[in-house]
């Protein structure tokens, strides 16, 4: 099967999948934070930096503290602006502020080409800020503890000593530049069209289209097959860690095949969140936390049809399409089920001899009554009630103990209802904005930037120390 990351990271640079930037060495940059697991994490901490950390921060600066500029003359370094498509992109046609360098991925070095005229103010100005920078230090290592090899790694933030002010009358009225470091990764957006892109020059729509063709003709050259069975594991592993997030009652705000990378791990944390409970809460525009599976076949659907060709066209797409999506979608529920503690995690082709057992057959539809259970509790921004883990398990072993509650599925709700006392509140359906924990948080760090005034590490380390620790609902 072919290693999807290694080969996209070893080409990402080349003319058809990137656009080049030219980039300045910033001086002034100082280092805000350090992950901690570095030295696990990045190659170099030991191949260059001899397993030294003080070592270790300055090849950091030396390596990114670069911003973008539009004058050729004054560049140190070329670094890449990678082209990806899929949902969630807008109307841009890539990365819109991060850029590729050497072995880094830096976001906040200033706007690219890539971003579309149409894109609003808040999402165009390239920029990363000391607020967002926490907020994904945080999130990140929060959701590390969650998801272990789940997450890609916030390498380090960069202190870039400049402010940003904003027009008069936004708030905050200005921030604090920084650049947030990560691995450089692979995305499944990489090979997806972007069909919403609105460009400046019209000829980029066909650059976009060459991206794909390009990506088509490297990662199939040895067959389809094994493009699509690397394909095919992509999304299970997705699905599968999407499925726990969930009952560790955890968002990543709106997931997107940009937000994650081509080994399932999710990545962009500063609009994730913590739940008040496992019920299906609205965590953006449009955006419930149990709905955000369907992103996952629609990435599929589009990945494989710019990978294959159109389905109408072509039937082993359609044939394709719909066998890695059974396959996500059986990764998913297994893995929710097991977390629950009824199904261990199986491959697809494994459940028929599973089902056989009368026990096992009954645990499966005692499982997917409490799916739907959950994912029917459409829960208000605002409300906090709803069912924990502990609450679904137990109610889970409640209902092996009655099998006459098996014989239909209404009884099951009725059950599940009853069950979690704390989750009885109407099912509704509300007009979707983020959760308050996510702007708590968010609020609470302007906050303390404002009052803190000059940012610096020991105000970095101090901030994510005081909240790290902290679930989201205790935030003041």
């Known amino acids: ?118 894109t609003d103010f ?34 380090a933030v960069i202190g870039l000593r400049k402010y940003v002010a904003w027009p008069e009358g936004s708030y ?22 972007a069909n919403t892109y609105i460009p400046i020059d019209p000829t980029e729509r066909r650059m976009d289209l060459d991206r794909v063709i390009g990506w088509r003709s490297l990662l199939g050259q040895n067959g389809n ?70 992103t996952i076949k629609r990435s599929i659907s589009s990945l494989v049809t710019s990978m294959l060709g159109t389905p109408r066209a072509d039937k082993r797409t359609a044939t394709e399409i719909q066998n890695i999506w059974q396959d996500a979608n059986f990764a998913f529920m297994t893995s929710l089920v097991s977390e629950l503690g009824l199904v261990a995690p199986m491959e697809r082709n494994e459940f028929s001899k599973y089902i056989k057992t009368h026990r096992a057959e009954e645990d499966w539809l005692i499982a997917q009554a409490a799916l739907d259970f959950l994912k029917n509790i459409r829960i208000p921004i605002n409300q906090a009630g709803g069912p924990q883990l502990d609450d679904v398990r137990r109610a889970l072993q409640s209902a092996r103990a009655k099998p006459q509650l098996t014989a239909s599925r209404k009884r099951l709700f009725a059950h599940f209802r009853a069950e979690c006392q704390q989750s009885a509140s109407d099912v509704s359906h509300h007009g979707a904005l983020p959760i308050k924990h996510r702007e708590s948080l968010r609020k609470s760090l302007h906050k303390m930037i404002i009052e803190h005034g000059n940012i610096d590490s020991s105000f970095f380390s101090k901030a994510i120390s005081r909240f790290s620790d902290q679930t989201q609902t205790n935030i003041p």
């Open 172 to 193: 905050p009225p200005g921030e604090y530049r920084v650049l947030i470091v990560r691995p450089r990764i692979a995305r499944p957006a990489h090979l997806e069209l």
């Open 225 to 294: 097959r094994d493009l699509l069975d690397a394909i095919a594991e992509t999304y299970k592993r997705w699905s599968s860690r999407y499925a726990k997030s969930l009952l560790h009652n955890w968002s990543l705000g709106g997931m997107s095949p940009s937000n994650i990378d081509v080994t399932g791990r999710f990545l962009d944390f500063g609009g994730a969140c913590e739940l008040p409970s496992i019920g299906n809460y609205a965590v953006g525009y449009a955006a419930w936390s149990w709905d955000e599976i369907k």
């Open 1 to 118: 099967m072919i290693d999807l990351q290694a080969t996209i990271v070893a080409h990402m640079d080349e003319p058809f999948a990137s656009i080049s930037a030219k980039l300045v060495k910033e001086n002034d940059a100082e280092i805000l934070w350090i992950n901690p697991r570095a030295s696990l994490i990045d190659r170099s901490f030991h191949e260059q930096c001899g397993s030294d950390l003080s070592l270790y921060r300055s090849h950091i600066l030396n390596n990114c503290a670069y911003l973008y500029v539009s004058d050729a003359a004054t560049a140190s370094a070329t670094g890449y602006f990678d082209r990806y498509g899929g949902d969630g992109m807008g109307k841009n046609g890539g990365s819109g502020r991060a850029v590729n360098l050497g072995a880094y991925n830096i976001k906040g070095v200033g706007r690219s080409a890539l971003v579309s005229p149409m």
């Open 122 to 155: 808040a999402h165009a100005s390239g920029y990363a800020f000391v607020e967002e920078a926490l907020r994904e230090v945080i999130m990140y290592q929060a959701l590390e503890k969650v998801l272990p090899e789940g997450v890609v790694p916030v390498l």
